[in-house]
């Protein structure tokens, strides 16, 4: 069974950085993709960005693009989501997860096994 574990955060000024990590495991992680969502209280959960091992799939969302940066260690089962230039707009919650390779990932129901998340605050 596959599970992620996340980690980082935090309190950042607007123009900070931060990176979030996600430590992958279980027997068929290689077949999955790393979803990174997050999400303000009282509203959907908004992809981010999503990775998986082979490369084949590594794309962001526009709003995040030229700021954020996903990437992987295959050596480390590990997913990190950088992110550079923070603006008060990227607070949220930022959760990590994990589900079997499929175009559409950018869509929450296509993930299974889901983070516990991390809060990330922008301060202007």
């Known amino acids: 069974q596959v599970q992620v574990v996340q980690s980082g955060g935090g309190l950042v000024q607007s123009g900070g950085s931060l990176r979030l990590s996600c430590a992958a495991s279980?027997?068929?992680?290689?077949?999955?993709?790393i979803g990174w969502f997050r999400q303000a209280p009282g509203k959907e959960r908004e992809f981010v960005s999503a990775?998986?091992?082979?490369?084949?799939?590594?794309d962001s969302t526009d709003s995040v693009k030229g700021r954020f940066t996903v990437s992987s260690d295959y050596a480390k089962n590990m997913v990190y989501l950088q992110m550079n230039n923070l603006k008060p707009e990227d607070t949220d919650v930022y959760y990590c997860?994990?589900?079997?390779?499929?175009?559409?990932?950018?869509?929450?129901?296509?993930?299974?096994?889901w983070g516990q998340g991390s809060q990330v605050t922008v301060s202007s």
């Open positions: 990775i998986t091992w082979s490369g084949d799939i590594n």
């Open positions: 997860a994990a589900g079997i390779k499929t175009l559409r990932f950018k869509l929450p129901r296509m993930y299974d096994v």
């Open positions: 279980g027997r068929t992680v290689r077949s999955y993709v």
